[in-house]
């Protein structure tokens, strides 16, 4: 049947890529002009399918920051913390490699991924109420990769700390501040975060990976209680939409539209990912300009945007690595259908710079690659260092070699999948050499 309008148009793109991509299960959630429309798609896992529905749960992953960042907003907005206060006014025994940055590094740097250690360090301490504190405690080992404030680079650690500093100041742990502090006041009421097992009470998905072209379910399942204010939260595309429309709205009486307002104000320039906010993408679009967070858990993929001044929100759950894929695409498709903005990706220059300086090896935590050149191309060549969800996981497929050309000068877009129209950019030192290659939204240091 011939879809009738742009809800359904999307579903049956999201259908045919589902099929293409071999991903089992979506679930799709859009809200515009005070109207909801939500759809599941496939399985919630192959080995014990059950049909996939608007309040089946995923992991949303990194989406979970923004919680996270919302939480620290509403202490900010209450006197209780200072954004540019140093981390050490409120976890006093905070200790990162580089003392120097520790002294100085603030909440603010924490939520705009501008701290510069190691962002890529994932460590479980149990499930009791100290595993936070002691993963902080654990951060301390990491690497200073680039300097304080300097250059954006995504940093999950970051928000090990940001969640930290929610306990340390709210005096409960951060599961209990941000159930009483947001979604019980938001009646988000299928949101939820382990080891809490009432999730596992509804119809929930599991994590789906390929190996050896054979779609496999992922394990371990979960993340581990200390990210829970990185990547933890477990919820509905319903649920989601709705905390799209308290992001869009007055506050609900538990926090002024000025502050949520205030983390939609430019921070730091995110590179190829547009702009970045308090924990906020900042995605322009012609005239539009949307508010997104993305979301990756071990075979989950997750997306969510807003635009306010059309109040427009849509939501993608998806228990696949490669629903990514989906998730971008449903971005550009959704601009498109109901807005008539066309996205394109930069085109590739004619003569582009000699690709010679940019051979190596590059790495950031657990994120490694290699850099080759055939013609005028540059090949990221993926290495798999495991480490998710704890440093002792072993790892998992490489991703097959990926083309990326210049646009411009230091500026390039990739290729293929699944790194297809994703941007990607060069930074060098003082003396012009090439330092970091920034991709997935990482600036990885280049060293072989």
């Known amino acids: 049947m011939k879809p009738k309008n742009n809800f359904e148009i999307i579903a049956a793109r999201i259908e045919r890529e589902m099929k293409r991509l071999r991903v089992p299960g979506v679930s799709l959630g859009i809200y515009h002009n005070g109207k909801e429309r939500t759809a599941g798609f496939g399985v919630t896992s192959v080995e014990n399918p059950l049909p996939v529905t608007p309040d089946t749960l995923f992991q949303i992953g990194s989406i979970s920051k923004t919680f996270t960042a919302a939480a620290l907003m509403m202490l900010a907005e209450q006197g209780k913390l200072n954004l540019d206060a140093p981390v050490r006014k409120y976890i006093k025994d905070f200790k990162l490699k580089d003392e120097n940055t520790a002294k100085k590094a603030t909440t603010r740097h924490l939520l705009t991924h501008t701290g510069g250690w190691v962002g890529d360090y994932f460590n479980s301490f149990g499930d009791g109420d100290d595993a936070l504190a002691r993963m902080v405690k654990d951060i301390a080992k990491l690497p200073q990769i680039q300097p304080l404030g300097t250059i954006w680079s ?49 119809r929930f998905v599991v994590g789906h990976q390929k190996i050896k072209g054979k779609v496999e379910v992922a394990r371990p399942w979960a993340i581990g209680r200390a990210g829970n204010g990185v990547g933890g939260v477990v919820s509905t595309v319903k649920d989601l939409l709705k905390y799209a429309r308290f992001h869009m709205g007055n506050g609900n009486k538990i926090i002024q539209r000025k502050s949520l307002k205030a983390m939609r104000v430019k921070q730091v320039s995110a590179g190829g990912r547009g702009d970045m906010g308090i924990a906020w993408f900042i995605r322009y679009a012609g005239d539009l300009t949307a508010y997104a967070h993305g979301g990756a858990t071990h075979g989950q993929q997750a997306y969510f945007f807003f635009i306010p001044e059309k109040d427009f929100a ?30 394109e990706a930069p085109k590739p220059m004619k003569n582009p710079q000699a690709g010679s300086e940019f051979i190596g090896r590059y790495r950031i935590g657990a994120e490694c690659f290699d850099i080759t050149t055939k013609g005028k191309y540059l090949v990221y060549h993926h290495i798999p260092l495991g480490g998710f969800p704890t440093p002792d996981t072993p790892p998992g497929p490489a991703l097959a070699p990926m083309r990326f050309a210049f646009y411009d000068e230091d500026h390039l877009v990739g290729l293929d999948e699944p790194f297809n129209g994703a941007l990607a950019d060069i930074l060098r030192d003082e003396k012009g050499r090439v330092k970091y290659f920034r991709v997935g939204g990482r600036a990885h240091l280049k060293i072989q």
């Open 154 to 202: 995504y940093n999950n650690t970051g928000f090990n700390i940001a969640s930290r500093i929610v306990e340390v100041v709210t005096k409960k742990t951060y599961e209990q501040a941000l159930q009483e502090m947001l979604l019980d006041p938001l009646g988000l009421n299928m949101s939820f975060m382990y080891p809490s097992d009432i999730l596992f009470t509804h």
């Open 314 to 343: 849509l939501a993608i759950l998806t228990n696949s690595d490669d629903g990514g894929i989906i998730g971008a695409q449903m971005f550009n498709a959704a601009l498109a259908l109901y807005f008539g903005v066309k996205l």
